[in-house]
C-alpha cells in the first residue's frame, strides 16, 4: 500500500482483519528451537474450552502479546505457546445442560456415549477463544495448539500419576473432603469461594447422662448435630473441667457421646463448648482422628439427609435444620437462635453451598513438593512481580494440605487404577488386557482427575515432555508466566511444585500478576451490577488496538485495571491521532530515510525531538525491564501525541528540507516500532506503508537500539522555552478571542539567558503563536505600548500591544461577564464541597473533581482580573 492509498479515517475492522490474515499466511509467529537467538517463552494460561473472551482474557492476553512482540522484535528467540484446558467440571456441566434441555442425563446416555457427546461438543465449539483471541491480535504460534486431552499429553498425565504413585506420593484415603452437590463431585482447597453471609448461631441443650442438666453448645448448622459423636471444651476451661471424660445424651438421636478436653476449642466462642462431627467440618474431623472419634455421614451426594439423619432422612440441608430447630424446641432443649454472619464456601464453578463430608478420595502428599516450591522462591530462582506477591504465596505454600486429585466425572483424564476381586488397587502404565482383566476381575476406578492436575503439566507438556525433545531444551524453563493474581494457588504453586520435582527445574522464572478488571469505580464486574464490559463489542466499535491500549494504560503489576468505555474512546483517539500524523508524514516522505545526523543541518527543534525520541525509547525500555507496561503506554502517549504531533510535525509542516524529512523519518519509525506491542495493528499499516510494503513487517522489525548519542539536554531545555512561550501566547490568544488568523506583535522583557533562547528559536514561536514581529525591550519600553496584554514566561515578561487588535469596550465587558461567571463557578464548587453529606456520601472521584474545578476557576478568575487591570 501506497502513501496515497491510505485512508483518510482510520478503519481498525478492515486493517485489522486483513494485516491478521497477512501475517498468519507468512507464519510471523511461529517458532523454531533451531532458530537463531537466545530462547524466550511465555506460556498462555490455558482457557477452558468451553471459554469466550472476556475482559479479564483480554487484559491478560494484552500483556502477553507486549511482552512476546517486544521480544521477537529484540531478536529473541519467541515462543507463545496456545491452547486450551478440557476443564473437567465446567465443561461436562455445559453437556449435561445440553442434554437436560432434549430431556435427557448423562445416565440415560452411558459413560461411553457422553464421553463422545462431548467430544462433538469440542469438535463444534472448542476452538471459539482461539480464534476471539486472533481478533485481539495475540501472536501466538497457532501451529503448536495443544488441548490437554490430546494423546501425547494423556500419555504425559498417566506417567506422572504412576509415577508418583510409586514414590508414595499419592495415596487413597478415607478423608474429610469439599464436596459440591450440584457438581456430586469432589473438589479442592483452592476450587471453594468463601463469602460472609447472614446466618444463624443456634444454641442446644444437650443433657447430661446422669439426668443432669448437661451442656450448652452453639452451632451454625444444627442439622448436623445428628452426625454429632463428641462435644469439646477447652483442657484450661474450668467451667467444663467437671465434665470431660463424662457423657451427654444427643437429642433427637438418643445416642450417648462423651465429653472431650481438646486444645483447638475457643473459650470465647459461644458458650464455650461445641459439638462435634467429624463426618462434616474439617476442625471436628481433626478432633475426632486426636479422640478416636467416630464419623458419622450424615448426607447424601445431593446434600440430603441419608439414613443416619433418622427420621429426617430425604430432607434437603434448610428443611432438616428447620426441622431439627423445631423439634428440639419442642423439647425444651432449643436454649436461643442468635443472627450470625458468618462465612460460607460455595464451589467456584457452580456457586453452590459446598459440603465437608468424610469420603474416600485419592489425594497427592504435598508436603514434600511445596517445601521445595517454597525453597525456590525464597532462593531467588523464581520471583514474582510485584514482589509483595511472594508473601501469600509462600504461606499458602507452608500450611498446605493434601490435595484432593480425584473429581466424581466422567469427562476427563481417568483415574488409571484398578480394583480386584479382592479390592486390592493395581496403577498400570499402560491398560491391562481384556485376558487380565477377565482373569483378575479387574474393575477400573470410575473418577477422573483433577483438572488443575493435568494443567500443572502445561509448561512441560506441551514442549514434548516426558520426551526429551529440541523444543524442551530449548525454551524449558520458561521466561515469564503472566496470569492474574487469583490462581497463583490453583495454578502457579502447581506447576512449581511439579516441575521441581519431575525436571529440577523451576517452569518459570519470573511470575508476572496483573490485577482483576474493574469498572472505572473500581467496582467488581458483575451481571447483577450491570457493569460487565464485552471485549468483543469494544474491538467492534472501537478497534483492537484502543481496547488493548486502554487496558495497558492502567495496568501496573499487580494492580487492579479499572476501565471505562470512554478511556478506550481515547484510546481509539489516540490511534487516529497517529493515523493522522502517519498520512502527513508520509505524505512528506519519499520513503523511510536513513539517518545521517552528522551530516544533516539540523535545526534547535530536530535536536530536541531526536532527544526525546531517544528518551521515550529509554522509559519504554526501562518499563518493559520491570513489566510496568502502564508506564511504557504512559510514556509513549506522552511523546507521541504532546510531542510529536503537537510540537515536531507543526513545525515540519513549515519546512521542506533534507534535516527535517530524516528526522521526521526516524522520529515517527521509532514511535511506530515503540508502539507495536502495544497497539500491534495501527504499527504495522503505517511502517510498512513508511517501508514500501511488499514483504516488510514490524513483527520482524528491530527493536530500536540505544542511541544516548542523541540525547542533547541543552536543545530539550531550549525548546521547553519555545513551548512555554508558544504555549502561553495561545493562551493569550485564546482568552482574547483573536481569530486563527489575526497576527500579534510581541515586545519582549528578557532575562539575558532568556534572550538567547529566545533568540534562537524566535523562527519557530512566530510560525506556532502567529507572531507578526517580536522585539526585545526593555519593561517600560513594552508598556509605553499600552494597553497592552502581559504573558509571563521563564526568563521573560512577553507585551503584546490590543491596540487594533479588539475593541477594547467589548473587550473589557466580555472579561467581566467571564469573570462573573467564574467567581459563580467558584462559590457553587465550594459550597457543594461545605456540605459534609455530599463529601461524605458521595465517591471519592466525584469529590476530587469537584476540588479540581475549583482550582480551575480560580486560576480563571486570577488570569481574568489580570486582563481587566491590563486593559485599564
Same mark, same amino acid.
Given at each position: 500500500m501506497s502513501a496515497a492509498e491510505l485512508s483518510k479515517a482510520y478503519d481498525p475492522a478492515e486493517v485489522?482483519?486483513?494485516?491478521?490474515?497477512? %501475517?498468519?499466511?507468512?507464519?510471523?509467529?511461529?517458532?523454531?528451537?533451531?532458530?537463531?537467538?537466545?530462547?524466550?517463552?511465555?506460556?498462555?494460561?490455558?482457557?477452558?474450552?468451553?471459554?469466550?473472551?472476556?475482559?479479564?482474557?483480554?487484559?491478560?492476553?494484552?500483556?502477553?502479546?507486549?511482552?512476546?512482540?517486544?521480544?521477537?522484535?529484540?531478536?529473541?528467540?519467541?515462543?507463545?505457546?496456545?491452547? @486450551?484446558?478440557?476443564?473437567?467440571?465446567?465443561?461436562?456441566?455445559?453437556?449435561?445442560?445440553?442434554?437436560?434441555?432434549?430431556?435427557?442425563?448423562?445416565?440415560?446416555?452411558?459413560?461411553?456415549?457422553?464421553?463422545?457427546?462431548?467430544?462433538?461438543?469440542?469438535?463444534?465449539a472448542g476452538d471459539t477463544i482461539l480464534h476471539q483471541m486472533r481478533r485481539l491480535g495475540a501472536s501466538c504460534d497457532w501451529h503448536r495448539s495443544v488441548f490437554t486431552l490430546d494423546e501425547h499429553y494423556q500419555r504425559a498425565v498417566r506417567d506422572v500419576f504412576v509415577t508418583l504413585y510409586e514414590q508414595g506420593l499419592i495415596y487413597r484415603g478415607y478423608r474429610l473432603i469439599n464436596w459440591c452437590p450440584q457438581d456430586r463431585s469432589a473438589i479442592s482447597d483452592i476450587e471453594v469461594d468463601h463469602s460472609d453471609e447472614p446466618g444463624e448461631l443456634a444454641f442446644l441443650r444437650y443433657p447430661g447422662s446422669d439426668g443432669s442438666e448437661g451442656v450448652v453448645v452453639a452451632t451454625t448448622r444444627a442439622e448436623t448435630m445428628l452426625g454429632d459423636t463428641a462435644v469439646a471444651v477447652h483442657p484450661d476451661d474450668e467451667r467444663y473441667a467437671p465434665l470431660v471424660g463424662t457423657t451427654v445424651v444427643l437429642p433427637l438421636m438418643d445416642r450417648e457421646i462423651p465429653v472431650v478436653a481438646d486444645a483447638h476449642v475457643d473459650p470465647a466462642f459461644g458458650t464455650g463448648a461445641v459439638k462435634v462431627t467429624p463426618a462434616h467440618d474439617p476442625n471436628d474431623y481433626e478432633i475426632g482422628q486426636r479422640h478416636g472419634l467416630e464419623a458419622i455421614d450424615v448426607m447424601t451426594d445431593e446434600a440430603r439427609l441419608n439414613a443416619n439423619g433418622g427420621r429426617y432422612a430425604g430432607l434437603d440441608r434448610e428443611e432438616a435444620r428447620r426441622q431439627v430447630k423445631a423439634h428440639l424446641d419442642a423439647l425444651g432443649l432449643l436454649v436461643r437462635v442468635e443472627q450470625?454472619?458468618?462465612?460460607?464456601?460455595?464451589?467456584?464453578?457452580?456457586?453452590?453451598?459446598?459440603?465437608?463430608?468424610?469420603?474416600?478420595?485419592?489425594?497427592?502428599?504435598?508436603?514434600?513438593?511445596?517445601?521445595?516450591?517454597?525453597?525456590?522462591?525464597?532462593?531467588?530462582?523464581? @520471583?514474582?512481580?510485584?514482589?509483595?506477591?511472594?508473601?501469600?504465596?509462600?504461606?499458602?505454600?507452608?500450611?498446605?494440605?493434601?490435595?484432593?486429585?480425584?473429581?466424581?466425572?466422567?469427562?476427563?483424564?481417568?483415574?488409571?487404577a484398578w480394583y480386584d476381586r479382592h479390592g486390592e488397587v493395581h496403577v498400570f502404565r499402560q491398560d491391562p488386557s481384556a485376558e487380565e482383566v477377565e482373569r483378575r476381575g479387574l474393575r477400573q476406578d470410575p473418577d477422573v482427575l483433577d483438572t488443575w492436575f493435568s494443567s500443572q503439566l502445561w509448561p512441560m507438556t506441551t514442549l514434548g515432555w516426558p520426551d526429551e525433545t529440541p523444543d524442551l531444551a530449548t525454551w524449558y524453563p520458561t521466561s515469564v508466566l503472566v496470569t492474574g493474581y487469583d490462581i497463583n494457588t490453583f495454578w502457579v504453586s502447581r506447576m512449581l511444585m511439579i516441575g521441581l520435582h519431575l525436571r529440577d527445574e523451576v517452569p518459570f522464572h519470573t511470575v508476572l500478576n496483573h490485577g482483576m478488571v474493574r469498572d472505572q469505580h473500581g467496582k467488581k464486574m458483575s451481571k447483577s451490577f450491570g457493569n460487565v464490559i464485552d471485549p468483543l463489542d469494544f474491538i467492534d466499535r472501537y478497534g483492537a488496538d484502543a481496547l488493548r491500549f486502554a487496558l495497558l494504560r492502567a495496568s501496573s503489576p499487580g494492580q487492579d485495571v479499572p476501565l471505562a468505555e470512554e478511556w478506550v474512546e481515547g484510546a481509539r483517539r489516540f490511534a487516529n491521532k497517529l493515523w493522522n500524523a502517519g498520512r502527513f508524514v508520509l505524505a512528506q516522505l519519499p520513503g523511510y530515510v536513513e539517518p545521517d545526523f552528522g551530516a544533516a543541518a539540523l535545526q534547535p527543534e530536530d535536536r530536541w525531538i531526536l532527544s526525546r525520541t531517544e528518551a521515550a525509547r529509554a522509559a519504554v525500555d526501562e518499563a518493559f525491564a520491570c513489566y510496568d507496561l502502564a508506564r511504557a503506554a504512559r510514556s509513549l502517549y506522552a511523546f507521541v501525541w504532546e510531542e510529536l504531533c503537537d510540537w515536531y510535525l507543526e513545525l515540519a509542516k513549515l519546512r521542506n528540507d533534507a534535516a527535517a524529512a530524516m528526522v521526521l523519518s526516524h522520529a515517527f519509525d521509532t514511535a511506530l516500532r515503540l508502539l507495536h506491542p502495544l497497539m500491534p495493528f495501527v504499527t504495522e499499516e503505517l511502517w510498512r506503508t513508511l517501508h514500501g510494503g511488499g514483504e516488510a513487517t514490524l513483527v520482524r522489525a528491530a527493536w530500536p537500539s540505544a542511541a544516548p548519542q542523541l540525547r542533547d539536554?541543552?536543545?530539550?531545555?531550549?525548546?521547553?522555552?519555545?513551548?512555554?512561550?508558544?504555549?502561553?501566547?495561545?493562551?493569550?490568544?485564546?482568552?482574547?478571542?483573536?481569530?486563527?488568523?489575526?497576527?500579534?506583535?510581541?515586545?519582549?522583557?528578557?532575562?539575558?539567558?532568556?534572550? @538567547?533562547?529566545?533568540?534562537?528559536?524566535?523562527?519557530?514561536?512566530?510560525?506556532?503563536?502567529?507572531?507578526? @514581529? %517580536?522585539?526585545?525591550?526593555?519593561?517600560?519600553?513594552?508598556?509605553?505600548?499600552?494597553?497592552?496584554?502581559?504573558?509571563?514566561?521563564?526568563?521573560?515578561?512577553?507585551?503584546?500591544?490590543?491596540?487594533?487588535?479588539?475593541?477594547?469596550?467589548?473587550?473589557?465587558?466580555?472579561?467581566?461577564?467571564?469573570?462573573?461567571?467564574?467567581?459563580?463557578?467558584?462559590?457553587?464548587?465550594?459550597?457543594?464541597?461545605?456540605?459534609?453529606?455530599?463529601?461524605?456520601?458521595?465517591?471519592?472521584?466525584?469529590?476530587?473533581?469537584?476540588?479540581?474545578?475549583?482550582?480551575? %476557576?480560580?486560576?480563571?478568575?486570577?488570569?481574568?482580573?489580570?486582563?481587566?487591570?491590563?486593559?485599564?
Open positions: 485489522e482483519a486483513r494485516l491478521y490474515r497477512w %501475517w498468519e499466511q507468512r507464519d510471523l509467529f511461529a517458532a523454531s528451537p533451531d532458530a537463531p537467538g537466545e530462547p524466550f517463552c511465555i506460556m498462555l494460561p490455558l482457557p477452558n474450552v468451553t471459554g469466550s473472551l472476556h475482559i479479564g482474557h483480554a487484559l491478560d492476553h494484552s500483556v502477553q502479546d507486549a511482552i512476546i512482540r517486544r521480544v521477537r522484535m529484540q531478536g529473541f528467540n519467541a515462543l507463545w505457546q496456545p491452547g @486450551t484446558d478440557h476443564a473437567g467440571i465446567a465443561t461436562q456441566n455445559v453437556v449435561e445442560r445440553e442434554l437436560a434441555a432434549e430431556g435427557v442425563s448423562r445416565h440415560d446416555l452411558g459413560r461411553e456415549a457422553f464421553v463422545e457427546r462431548v467430544w462433538a461438543f469440542k469438535a463444534r450470625r454472619t458468618h462465612s460460607v464456601g460455595h464451589c467456584s464453578r457452580c456457586d453452590a453451598v459446598v459440603e465437608p463430608r468424610l469420603s474416600e478420595q485419592w489425594f497427592v502428599r504435598v508436603e514434600p513438593l511445596a517445601r521445595r516450591a517454597a525453597e525456590a522462591v525464597r532462593s531467588g530462582r523464581t @520471583t514474582f512481580v510485584p514482589q509483595r506477591n511472594a508473601k501469600g504465596f509462600l504461606d499458602w505454600l507452608d500450611n498446605l494440605h493434601d490435595w484432593c486429585i480425584s473429581r466424581q466425572l466422567w469427562w476427563g483424564h481417568r483415574i488409571p539536554p541543552d536543545a530539550e531545555e531550549h525548546f521547553a522555552a519555545v513551548c512555554e512561550a508558544v504555549t502561553a501566547l495561545r493562551r493569550f490568544r485564546a482568552d482574547h478571542g483573536l481569530a486563527p488568523a489575526a497576527r500579534i506583535d510581541v515586545l519582549a522583557d528578557a532575562s539575558p539567558g532568556g534572550r @538567547t533562547v529566545l533568540a534562537d528559536a524566535l523562527d519557530a514561536i512566530r510560525r506556532l503563536a502567529g507572531v507578526a @514581529t %517580536w522585539s526585545f525591550a526593555d519593561a517600560a519600553t513594552a508598556q509605553a505600548a499600552a494597553p497592552v496584554g502581559k504573558v509571563v514566561v521563564g526568563g521573560a515578561d512577553l507585551y503584546v500591544p490590543l491596540a487594533g487588535l479588539v475593541d477594547l469596550d467589548e473587550e473589557r465587558d466580555r472579561l467581566r461577564r467571564e469573570l462573573e461567571r467564574a467567581r459563580a463557578e467558584v462559590a457553587r464548587a465550594e459550597g457543594k464541597l461545605a456540605n459534609a453529606g455530599f463529601v461524605a456520601k458521595a465517591p471519592a472521584e466525584v469529590v476530587q473533581a469537584e476540588r479540581d474545578k475549583i482550582g480551575a %476557576w480560580r486560576e480563571a478568575t486570577r488570569r481574568l482580573t489580570a486582563q481587566l487591570v491590563e486593559l485599564g
